[in-house]
């Protein structure tokens, strides 16, 4: 049997990621490719851009894809959750030590922490940094902060809707949850 004949166990509308950059947010999005289940990764078009600083978050770039990931899904999931009922939050994450040695790495490695190399980052990059951890530049001490922001907006989060029809998925039931093997 091939991945396109499965079935899912829920009926969902979007799946969002809603872990933080540098959890393996890019990891589940290719897992769930293998199974016809497209994911948009941190997309930086201009017209996502524009939609997320005018507070549209019914996002056009949704239109073809079965959800998104990344730092738009983790800045406004909640926003996601009223444009798009029904649908699968999947929040992942790491050690806070390797977590942030990822993080420190990949600002290091995407030029981030200089001014000649934030000038090179797409708007919506730049825009999406600033709005989840307060800097474009890497600082442990925001990026630690931000952290423990998310993970208590996330737990309010699946408190409010454990009596709607509200999921919230782990890595490793992911794909039995969705009907995939």
């Given amino acids: 049997m091939d991945a396109t004949t499965y079935r899912p166990m829920i009926d969902f509308n979007k799946v969002f990621i809603i872990g933080l950059p540098k959890t393996g947010t890019l990891s589940i999005v290719k897992a769930l490719s293998m199974f016809n289940i497209k994911i948009c990764h941190n997309p930086t078009d ?3 851009y524009s939609q997320i600083i005018s507070h549209d978050f019914n996002l056009s770039v949704l239109q073809n894809f079965d959800g998104l990931s990344d730092l738009q899904a983790s800045c406004f999931f909640e926003e996601l959750s009223v444009c798009f009922p029904n649908s ?3 929040y ?3 050690s806070t030590d390797k ?3 990822s993080c420190r790495k990949w600002w290091e490695k995407i030029g981030a922490n200089s001014p000649e190399g934030i000038k090179t980052l797409p708007l919506l ?3 999406m ?3 989840k951890f307060g800097t474009v530049k890497f600082d442990e001490q925001k990026f630690l902060l931000a952290r423990e922001q998310h993970e208590r907006k996330v737990d309010e989060f699946r408190k409010k809707r454990a ?3 509200f999921t919230l ?3 490793r039931s992911l794909l039995p949850f969705l009907g995939r093997r």
């Fill in 99 to 101: 977590w942030i040695e």
């Fill in 92 to 94: 992942n994450t790491r």
């Fill in 88 to 90: 699968v939050f999947i």
């Fill in 163 to 165: 009596t709607e029809s």
């Fill in 125 to 127: 990059t730049v825009y």
């Fill in 129 to 131: 940094k600033t709005v």
């Fill in 169 to 171: 998925a782990l890595p």
């Fill in 46 to 48: 201009e017209q996502t």
